[in-house]
């Protein structure tokens, strides 16, 4: 049982851990030299405006409609289903919450991206100029994100346009339903039971078009009401979006029958092309107009015509 | 005998030139992940930036070519290598720990818990490296906790530990969708939802400050406990009788893989089946002796991962498959192959 | 070596006392359940004692680190899961672990005592085979071999001959004679097979219902008397003139008709199913 001698063991351990942290030590070096590394830059910094714009966020791209840009749109978001943007490249993955193929973007050689704040750290690296819009719109940020926006691609006479639209837009839906009671609405938005808080785009423009969401009272984004609370707050209109059930199944579902709404078919369903007051951009008003004024406040709408 | 030179050709090879085997492999691995993307980069261009380092006065080398191929491509690769041999070797250690052929980096509830600290930090609206931090943080607490609660008069059982550390995944998982539900902000709940999907999409090199030493530390502490590794998986019994401590043995590997599983977890979010396959793998070709298992294990999942995420970031341009889509996809047949193929488990149920 | 043991287990062992001297082979005998395969698990260090304890020379051997008992102490066990597919050079190689120190790889002396463990038990023909590829007996040969390398001081073994055929059952006795040729070293063994250990063991020690009815050299505890006491049977003890040593023959158990051929309880004649 004797050591063969006493200074093996010793030398081995001290050489073990020499060897562990010497080879950390390499990997941590070479890590802080790469992050150090700045991108080069692709900014073109010419005084033309982007011709060649990729734009993660389908408000934005509607906006940039609206304006007439569409032509500089050159990538869109998979999810972005507008008229008019079939052509472009489809860039950011539908299944997902929405990740982004950072090279595949470059390879499009855009003059500008513009997407929501979370892409920021990942557009870095790519050295690309970047336009970032808040991760959350509400009605009151948009004309500000929209003013940016002309700003960014050196538009701002057509972003002012389209603001100044929007805003006599609301004026006159506010004039029209001034001092009207508000109507009950349940708006759902995808899960039976799931409706919208308030400070969503969605609860802004129900207020806007002289109603009440009878899921105002919480702040969660996404409340979910059991269906007890929705017969017992018993809506005068119903609105359903393209996310969720069917008009069929929705009656079908029990205690609706007693609901106001149903009673006096107030139930409506939006299709894919009407969710106009769902997008983050312009047409959210527009739709507001068009559509939850009609149905909140009929006889104001048939005046206004 | 010829079934076994069959069953793991590589049974008899040494530690160190398997290393040397699959550290070759990797670089090459390494190298075709960095020639592919959507970019199209020649590999002359390829090997001009690597060569040039920070310095942009290459002349041959565009700026786009640089930024594509040493911030976005060459920290991925790098995340890729560090999760893949993470998540691999941390696998391996917990099938050994547990006995059990099925375990997994997840079964301890370490990446339930980073899940957690990732979703508590995005609702306290924290910076990134905070978030990184905190989910590290919580998942590498979660091991302690685990072996906490799971002793018992002295001793910590293996079914102890088992039990425990599913019950952590549970309760972590439950909070974690509790947090979800309670977000007020629309971007908050997408953030969180992208984080738990995981991927190396939006990969820089600031994590890789930590990943990279920490794993290399990790993996080199594991290599320590191969032999404490190789009679934990006798069993319990035989384990004690031939002197081993099994107490202090299976807190030390439980708290080094979650250590490894944190450190990956925190930076790539939750990828399944790496941790999984790759030990089982590795073993149908160096056999089950640790001393040979832990570094194929290693280079093996390194591996693995960087071919997964190539394939992920290539194969659907412009879109970009989820790298836990992709590793379950090719994960999946691979296992049940790797069942079919050989009955041998190697490992003391 | 000198082993003092003494246990007060209520339920398996009762005050159990025995001293191991140093070149001695300790026979554990007695019925099923008596506690035999307890005592070798408390001399291992396995089970800890409710009351006493046991001594290795002077050292407390359950307040000893695990390694040190590994180094002191070598068990074979009567069965073990063969399903990790080492080979068996490694297996045997595991042994070793109570002796190595912290960073230590494999050493020059490691080999060495695994190679003579692997030579000692025959088992260096099949040393590159997985060990879950090996028969029942070969696998038990790579159990004692392991224990081997350990380089013990001390040897428990429960239940060595059980699935080796008699050719192998006596190359393990000689292997166990060769362990003891030092005088510093011990073996305690637990015997099914009275005869066995009636042949090779210096001493024994018959256990029955957790007491230790008799210790000694097998003449005093293989007396008519014990066994008829014990074992329930009527059995014939002589000394056979081949090996010297007594031979036990069991002819019929206590209280029920013998059913076999037999003119009378003390014939010489065997029967014709043997023992």
């Known amino acids: ?305 | 005998m010829g079934s076994e030179a069959r069953e793991a050709p590589w049974r008899s090879a040494s530690p160190a030139s398997i290393v040397l085997a699959g550290g070759l492999v990797a670089l090459a691995a390494a190298l075709g992940g960095l020639c592919a993307g959507a970019v199209s980069v020649s590999p002359a261009h390829v090997w001009s930036a690597l060569a040039g380092g920070s310095g942009q006065g290459s002349a041959s080398v565009t700026p786009m070519e640089h930024n594509v191929v040493l911030l976005i491509r060459l920290p991925r690769v790098v995340a890729a290598l560090c999760v893949g041999a993470g998540l691999g070797v941390a696998g391996c250690m917990l099938q050994a720990l547990l006995c059990n052929p099925l375990a997994s980096p997840f079964v301890i509830g370490a990446s339930a818990a980073a899940g957690f600290g990732a979703v508590s930090s995005i609702l306290l609206g924290l910076s990134y490296v905070l978030t990184l931090g905190s989910s590290f943080a919580l998942a590498t607490g979660s091991g302690f906790l685990v072996v906490a609660l799971a002793r018992g008069g002295g001793r910590l059982p293996r079914e102890s530990l088992v039990l425990t550390g599913f019950s952590v995944g549970l309760l972590f998982g439950a909070l974690t969708g509790l947090v979800e539900y309670a977000t007020t902000e629309e971007a908050q709940l997408r953030e969180m939802v992208l984080w738990m999907l995981g991927g190396l999409w939006r990969i820089t090199w600031d994590p890789l400050i930590v990943l990279v030493p920490g794993t290399l530390l990790c993996l080199l502490a594991a290599a320590r406990f191969s032999r404490e590794l190789d009679l934990l998986a006798l069993g319990e019994d035989d384990a004690v009788r031939l002197g081993l401590d099994a107490t202090r043995a299976r807190a030390a590997v439980l708290v080094l893989s979650a250590l490894l599983t944190a450190l990956a977890v925190s930076v790539s979010g939750v990828i399944a089946f790496v941790g999984l396959v790759v030990p089982h793998l590795a073993r149908r070709f160096v056999g089950v002796t640790h001393g040979r298992l832990l570094p194929a294990s290693a280079f093996l999942g390194a591996i693995f991962l960087v071919i997964a995420d190539t394939v992920a970031r290539t194969a659907f341009l412009p879109n970009e498959l989820p790298l836990g889509v992709v590793t379950s996809l090719v994960g999946i047949p691979f296992f049940l192959w790797v069942q079919r193929a050989g009955r041998r488990g190697g490992v003391a149920a | 070596m000198r082993v003092t043991l003494r246990l007060g287990e209520r339920t398996v062992l009762q005050d159990a006392d025995l001293q191991l001297r140093a070149g001695g082979f300790l026979a554990l005998i007695g019925p099923n359940g008596a506690g035999k395969s307890s005592l070798l698990r408390c001399m291992s260090g396995a089970l800890r004692p409710q009351a006493g304890s046991v001594f290795l020379g002077t050292d407390d051997l359950h307040r000893q680190p695990r390694r040190w008992v590994a180094a002191h102490v070598g068990v074979v066990p009567q069965q073990s899961d063969a399903s990790f597919a080492c080979s068996v050079e490694e297996y045997v190689g595991m042994g070793r672990y109570g002796r190595q120190r912290l960073f230590g790889t494999s050493g020059r002396s490691d080999r060495a005592a695994v190679g003579r463990a692997l030579e000692t038990t025959g088992t260096t023909a099949f040393a590159h085979r997985p060990i879950d590829r090996l028969s029942g007996g070969e696998f038990r040969k790579v159990l004692l071999a392991q224990a081997l390398a350990q380089e013990p001081d001390v040897l428990l073994l429960d239940e060595p001959l059980q699935q080796l055929d008699l050719r192998h059952q006596l190359e393990l006795m000689d292997v166990l004679k060769d362990f003891l040729r030092s005088g510093e070293r011990a073996i305690v063994a637990v015997f099914h097979d009275l005869c066995m250990a009636a042949r090779h063991a210096d001493e024994l020690l018959l256990l029955h219902g957790g007491r230790v009815v008799a210790a000694g050299p097998p003449e005093t505890v293989l007396t008519e008397a014990h066994l008829r006491e014990v074992f329930g049977v009527q059995a014939s003890i002589r000394r056979s003139a081949d090996t010297g040593r007594l031979d036990i023959l069991p002819l019929a158990a206590v209280g029920r008709p013998a059913r076999q051929h037999i003119t009378d309880a003390h014939t010489t004649s065997p029967s014709e199913d043997g023992p």
């Open chain 1, 1 to 305: 049982m004797a050591l063969v001698s006493a200074g093996r063991p010793l030398t081995r351990t001290v050489l073990a851990l020499c060897g562990t942290a010497g080879i950390a030590g390499l990997g941590f070096l070479a890590a802080l030299h790469f992050s150090r590394v700045p991108p080069a830059s692709l900014d073109r910094q010419g005084a033309a405006p982007p011709a060649r714009i990729v734009v993660i966020t389908t408000g934005i791209v509607d906006d940039l409609g609206a304006m007439g840009l569409l032509d500089r749109v050159v990538g869109v978001s998979a999810r972005c289903r507008l008229p008019g943007t079939a052509d472009k490249v489809q860039i950011a993955n539908d299944f997902g919450a929405g990740t982004v193929n950072v090279e595949a973007v470059m390879s499009l050689h855009p003059d500008l991206f513009i997407a929501e704040q979370r892409f920021r750290s990942a557009l870095a690296a790519s050295g690309i100029p970047g336009h970032f819009v808040p991760d959350d719109m509400s009605w009151e940020d948009l004309p500000g994100v929209i003013e940016d926006l002309g700003r960014a691609v050196q538009e701002p006479e057509r972003a002012q346009a389209l603001v100044e639209r929007m805003e006599s837009q609301a004026a006159g839906l506010a004039a029209a339903v001034a001092g009207l009671p508000p109507v009950r609405v349940y708006f759902e938005y995808g899960a039976p039971g799931e409706s919208i808080g308030s400070g969503t785009i969605v609860d802004s423009m129900i207020r806007l078009a002289g109603g009440s969401s009878i899921s105002a009272g919480t702040s969660l984004i996404r409340p979910v009401l059991s269906n007890e609370a929705i017969v017992k707050a018993d809506p005068e209109v119903i609105v359903l979006s393209p996310f969720t059930e069917s008009e069929a199944e929705a009656l079908r579902r029990p205690g609706w029958s007693a609901i106001s709404a149903v009673r006096d078919g107030r139930v409506h369903k939006l299709s894919f092309e009407e969710r106009g007051v769902m997008l983050y951009s312009w047409r959210c008003v527009d739709d507001a107009a068009r559509r939850f004024l009609p149905w909140f406040h009929p006889e104001v709408a048939d005046r206004g015509k």
